[in-house]
Each structure stands twice: as C-alpha cells, then as structure tokens.
C-alpha cells in the first residue's frame, strides 16, 4: 500500500467522522428544542434516513477499500460453535471492563466519563433519538469507522503481526474519540473496549462480530445499572 493511499483513506476516515457527528447533533437537536416532545414518527425518519445514508456510504468505502486491496482476511465467518465460544469470551472481557471502570469509579480513581455524562444528559432530554443512536446507529458506523477504514489504512492486512498493530491502533483512536487526553484512566477504558472490538474483527475478519459486541455493549451502558 503506497503513503498516498494510506494519506487517502486516513483523510477519508476523518471526513467520515465529521459527518458522522454532524449526523448525530441533525437527529438529536429536534428532541432537545422540543424537550422531547418531537414525534416518534418524524424522529424515526429523520434518524433511518441519516444514519441509514452514512451507513450505505461507509459500507461502500470499505467495500471499495476492500476490493482494492483484494485481501483475503476480510470475509463473512458463520456463526459456529468456535464463533459463539469466542463471543462469549469476547462478551466476558467487555464486562470485565466495564466492572474495572465501576470500581475506578467507587474507590474514586476515576471519575465518570464526560461521554457518559452526555450520554446521559441526552437520554434525558431527547430519548427516543439518543436510543436509536447509541444501541442502533453508533456501533455499525463506529465499527465501520474505527475497525473498518482505519484498519484499511494500516499496510499489510495479509500479515497477522500488522493486523494485530492495525488492532492496537484502532482501540488507541476508539479511546481518544471516547475520553480525550485529559482523562487518562477513561482513556485507558474506552481503549481496553475499543480493543476488545478489534479482537473481534481481528479473529475473524467480519465486522458483524465486532458491530454485535458494540451494540451489546451500549445498551447495558444505558439501560443497566
């Protein structure tokens, strides 16, 4: 893969991101104007046609990325025994996390996330919207994003040694998009999850696996206690 290709789809994957947090404040300022009482109705349409859109084109980049590079680890995998076995595992280490991040919290190490906080803050003011992005719309276009693009953008896909850095470095950017630099110990957290996404993708090249443990993921972080 040639600098001026990786320079392409680094810029593409930033433009990505914009448009995906342009999207996001499009589906939830309507809800917060109205304080909620935006219709469930107009609420759904605006959110199938933003996100349904950024979905489309992300697939298509990654799909054209894909075709490209003509890589063969990129692939649909069945859902087998040894596929829900490594679910399982994967699922254990996402909840591992987040109990560590309890903890931080409890013994007042760390304190809770600004996303979280905003997390938050939206539900209350604009439910409907800040469910259907965080459970439905967040984690494919994130996975796309932070597994799918940038994963593209590392050299190498054939060797196992440089997806596993491919790896390391989209849970690095994951953390960063999630917490920032001024908050370490989120930093760390968000990371640890980012890469326990990547894991998925890693093992075994379909971002389905990866999308399924997001959207798990998000919704025990907004409806579990």
């Known amino acids: 893969m040639s600098v001026k290709t990786i320079v392409r789809r680094v810029f593409t994957l930033v433009v990505m991101f914009?448009?995906?947090?342009?999207?996001?404040?499009?589906?939830?300022?309507?809800?917060?104007?109205?304080r909620g009482t935006t219709p469930v109705v107009y609420t759904a349409i605006l959110f199938s046609a933003?996100?349904?859109?950024?979905?489309?084109?992300?697939?298509?980049?990654?799909?054209?990325?894909h075709q490209a590079d003509q890589d063969p680890f990129i692939h649909r995998q069945p859902f087998d025994g040894k596929r829900a076995l490594l679910m399982v595992g994967l699922?254990?280490?996402?909840?591992?996390?987040?109990?560590?991040?309890?903890?931080?919290?409890?013994h007042q190490v760390a304190s809770e996330s600004q996303n979280q906080?905003?997390?938050?803050?939206?539900?209350?003011?604009?439910p409907l919207a800040m469910t259907l992005i965080v459970?439905?719309?967040?984690?494919?276009?994130?996975?796309?994003?932070?597994?799918?693009?940038?994963?593209?953008?590392?050299p190498h896909p054939e060797k196992k040694s440089w997806r596993w850095l491919?790896?390391?470095?989209?849970?690095?950017?994951?953390?960063?998009?999630?917490?920032?630099?001024?908050?370490?110990v989120n930093l760390l957290v968000y990371s640890a999850m980012g890469f326990v996404f990547a894991s998925a993708?890693?093992?075994t090249g379909d971002l389905r696996y990866s999308i399924g443990l997001h959207m798990l993921n998000n919704f025990a972080a907004l409806f579990l206690p």
């Open 18 to 34: 914009l448009a995906y947090q342009i999207g996001e404040a499009f589906v939830l300022v309507p809800g917060i104007v109205s």
């Open 50 to 65: 933003i996100f349904g859109g950024l979905i489309a084109l992300l697939w298509r980049v990654y799909a054209t990325n």
């Open 91 to 106: 699922i254990g280490a996402l909840f591992a996390v987040q109990a560590l991040s309890s903890l931080l919290i409890s």
């Open 117 to 126: 906080d905003l997390l938050l803050q939206y539900l209350a003011e604009s």
């Open 135 to 154: 459970v439905v719309g967040a984690p494919p276009v994130e996975e796309l994003l932070f597994r799918g693009l940038l994963m593209q953008a590392v």
């Open 166 to 184: 491919a790896a390391g470095l989209s849970a690095i950017v994951f953390g960063l998009a999630h917490a920032g630099v001024s908050d370490p």
């Open 201 to 203: 993708y890693t093992l």
